[in-house]
């Protein structure tokens, strides 16, 4: 009977979004088995001694708040997450900035086109998390090399 039944995958474009799945996964999974191994209540939301009070200003007047605060144990396993985190948001931004400098060059500037190559140069041997991810800086670093801010004209 199980010969006649269909396989759950079948074709190799179904097969590697499902591996990428379950590597986010796991990693999510690692996170979470940590936090459990660190304490139950140290790093938990519901402990009162994580959180406390603070004042912002609203649109009418100060309002008090409460406000989350991490304890030392888990700002120390989370920041490598959120440091890989900051430089892949960090890149993608600039990829995006750089398509929108491509077919705006009027949003271009002198500066911009000087970070956007100093950019390029330090990601350039950098390695991606897929191949998806690596053409598309590819992609952005030529396209680095072509941005020329546009110049006013003087009448």
Request: aromatic share 6%; charged share 25%.
């Amino acid at each position: 009977m199980w010969r006649d039944a269909t396989p759950l995958v079948g074709s190799h474009s179904e097969v590697f979004p499902i591996i990428r799945f379950a590597r986010r996964l796991e990693r999510y999974l690692d996170t979470v088995a940590l936090s459990v191994l660190i304490g139950s209540n140290v790093g938990s939301p519901v402990n009162p001694a994580n959180w406390r009070k603070t004042t912002v200003q609203g649109d009418d007047g100060p309002i008090e708040r409460w406000e989350y605060v991490s304890p030392a144990a888990e700002n120390g396993h989370l920041k490598p997450l959120q440091d890989a985190s900051r430089e892949r948001h960090a890149n993608a931004n600039m990829q995006q900035a750089v398509r929108i400098a491509l077919n705006n060059p009027a949003r271009l500037s002198q500066a911009f086109a000087a970070a956007a190559v100093k950019w390029a140069q330090e990601v350039k041997d950098k390695p991606t998390e897929n191949e998806t991810e690596q053409w598309m800086r590819e992609e952005a670093i030529v396209t680095c090399g072509t941005l020329r801010p546009v110049r006013p004209r003087v009448p």
